[in-house]
């Protein structure tokens, strides 16, 4: 099996799982500077030209929240309750939740802070992020109120769902997030900051990228 990655948020949270399952994995780290991402052997395997990517055998699943369920299925593990329907609802929910508003919410933050820092895209632009406040805010204190009185966001246990929503309000602090009146959030965050998969998520050893060239 092999999982093919870039240093961005979807990727970590599947690298971050494998990484959590122990699961067996080639890590194929794509090299954005080759222009591998946009490679037509990593078209072949991802038309969207986006990471993740993962690839068994025949199969090959792109959306890091499937990917995420397929590994759990794999090392049966129930962070993806796949036995259990009214579980499996609660946090296909959550994940839907996230890719609709949470994500929307956060990114801009990210983006702005992180990703322009991470691939040198030049200064944040704090003012644009004005705008972004008041939908943060919105979709903040849903989460928020979720998370008063429980340790994760679904089924009572750490669960795909948290490593979602967490991999870009993981950054809050450094992306300037406005999170200071979500206390909930920021508990649950430094709560998932204590597991070592999560902490620190990528690769020890990438593969050299003409893997990923000759995808
Ligand atoms: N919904 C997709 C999002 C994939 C995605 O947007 N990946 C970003 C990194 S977080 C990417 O590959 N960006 C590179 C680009 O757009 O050039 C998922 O969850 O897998």
């Known amino acids: 099996m092999q999982i093919y990655w870039i240093k961005a948020q979807a990727p970590r949270r599947v690298l971050a ?5 122990g699961t067996e994995t080639e890590f194929v780290e794509i090299n954005l500077k080759k222009g591998e991402l946009k490679s037509p052997g990593y078209a072949a395997l991802n038309p969207n030209l986006k990471a993740p990517t993962l690839v068994d055998g025949e199969f090959v699943l792109w959306e890091s929240s499937a990917i995420m369920a397929y590994l759990c299925i794999k090392a049966e593990s129930d962070m993806w309750p796949a036995n259990n ?7 296909l929910k959550w994940l839907s939740w996230s890719d609709c508003h949470w994500s929307a919410a956060v990114s801009p933050f990210y983006f702005e802070h992180i990703v322009k820092a991470t691939f040198g895209l030049g200064p944040p632009d704090r003012t644009s992020l004005k705008e972004n406040v008041r939908d943060f805010m919105r979709f903040a204190k849903v989460l928020d109120s979720r998370l008063a009185g429980r340790s994760h966001v679904a089924c009572g246990r750490l669960t795909i769902a948290d490593f979602q929503l967490a991999s870009m309000a993981t950054h809050w602090q450094e992306a300037e997030m406005p999170m200071e009146t979500f206390p909930n959030i920021i508990r649950w965050i430094a709560e998932l900051n204590r597991i070592p998969a999560w902490a620190d998520p990528w690769p020890a050893k990438a593969l050299p990228s003409a893997s990923a060239a000759s995808a």
Not at 85 to 91: D, G, W
């Open 17 to 21: 799982l494998a990484k959590y399952l």
């Open 85 to 91: 329907p009214v579980e499996q609802v609660e946090v």
